[in-house]
């Protein structure tokens, strides 16, 4: 386990609860913002720590940036550190930015989801495609280089089309960073409890996938985890720590934890969290299976993992064009993603770890 550590704070804020978002949000009111700092910051200087990345996740994390100066102040953390806040576009103003830009923040994420108004209606987003773009020039003005656009695949009414012009529209702005998801339909979510029309079927779903991970590439996003695509070796060093089970600490509800070889969450309770002294946790497991986690968790990566002789037995009965092998090493093609879970517990049952 590499010394350096993660620190991912959960702001469980949002204007608006999206109807397939399944994250931990309550609607913002003014008065939650100091409370819920305090309790953050109680949280830092009762885990200590010193931290190579922060991540700011929501929820819709710049709803705090009043506040995040005063957090960050509290946090011990590189003279190189990736601070990154998520952010909803229409959220994003010159006072916001500059806050965050002089309080040391150095990389956002930015919620765009789609540059089609129509996509947009139906995710029931709060910004038009405009003010996304317009969102991402009002950053890089604020002095802002490092710049992550989420993109959403496989919604209803997107089109081949639609999806070609929105990957083409973010390249032009000069993101450094995509991070495509397809839409999950989750079942405690609006669209969990009356499905969306138009959506598109098992097929269509895995053709829009690798429809945006050839034109993200044709753009000069290279792929190197089932959802992330950088340019210029612009990797998200945050997320890479879940990935390569790297430590990281998780402060605010529903929050997630490694630390010493354990996995623990916070509770999904917002009040449990700002009336505590410190954050409520549940050990989620404390006997981690490395070998398990080390192929469950690798195979996201581009860069897979170590092949060895019961590995090279499970691919035998594995389609060739779901992986490579490559100097020694197992990774899946982008084919092989879409059915990464069949193919992982394949590998694992010869592994006798299933």
């Known amino acids: 386990m590499r010394s350096d550590k993660g620190l991912y704070i959960h702001v469980p804020f949002c204007r608006k609860k999206c ?90 994420s930015v ?3 789609s540059l089609c108004d129509e996509e947009l209606a139906v995710l029931g987003r709060t910004h038009s495609a405009k003010e996304a773009e317009n969102s991402v020039l009002l950053a890089k003005n604020a002095g802002f280089e490092n710049i992550s656009a989420d993109l959403m695949l496989a919604v209803p009414k997107q089109t081949k089309n639609s999806l070609r012009k929105s990957v083409e529209g973010i390249s032009k702005l000069g993101v450094t960073h995509v991070s495509a998801y397809l839409l999950k339909i989750e079942p405690n979510t609006v669209f969990g409890k009356k499905t969306p029309a138009g959506l598109p079927d098992e097929d269509e779903t895995a053709e829009f996938y690798l429809l945006a991970v050839e034109e993200l590439e044709k753009h000069g996003f290279h ?21 390569k089970r790297d430590e990281y600490l998780g402060i605010g509800p529903a929050a997630h934890s ?79 993603f879409l059915v990464s879970n069949s193919i992982i517990a394949e590998i694992l049952e010869n592994l006798n770890i299933l």
């Open 223 to 243: 792929q190197y985890e089932i959802s992330s695509f950088a340019r210029d070796g612009k990797f998200s060093r945050h997320n890479l720590k879940y990935w």
């Open 111 to 113: 919620g765009i989801q």
């Open 19 to 108: 109807p397939y978002c399944d994250f931990y949000s309550v609607v913002f009111r003014e008065e939650f913002s100091e409370k819920y700092a305090d309790a953050v910051i109680r949280n830092i200087r009762h885990y200590g720590g010193r931290f190579d990345t922060v991540y700011f996740g929501g929820g819709t994390p710049i709803l705090l940036y009043k506040e995040i100066p005063r957090i960050l102040a509290e946090v011990d953390f590189e003279e190189n550190a990736e601070i990154t806040v998520e952010c909803c576009p229409n959220e994003m103003n010159e006072i916001a930015l500059k806050t965050l830009r002089e309080a040391g923040v150095n990389r956002l």
């Open 258 to 336: 490694f630390r010493n070889g354990k996995r623990f969450f916070v509770e999904r309770n917002l009040r449990e969290f700002l009336e505590n002294s410190t954050q409520k946790t549940t050990v989620e497991d404390d006997n981690v299976n490395e070998d398990e986690e080390k192929i469950m968790l690798g195979l996201r990566l581009t860069e897979g993992v170590e092949l060895n002789e019961k590995i090279e037995k499970a691919l035998k009965r594995i389609p060739r064009r779901f992986y490579r092998v490559e100097n020694g090493r197992l990774s899946l093609t982008p084919e092989g």
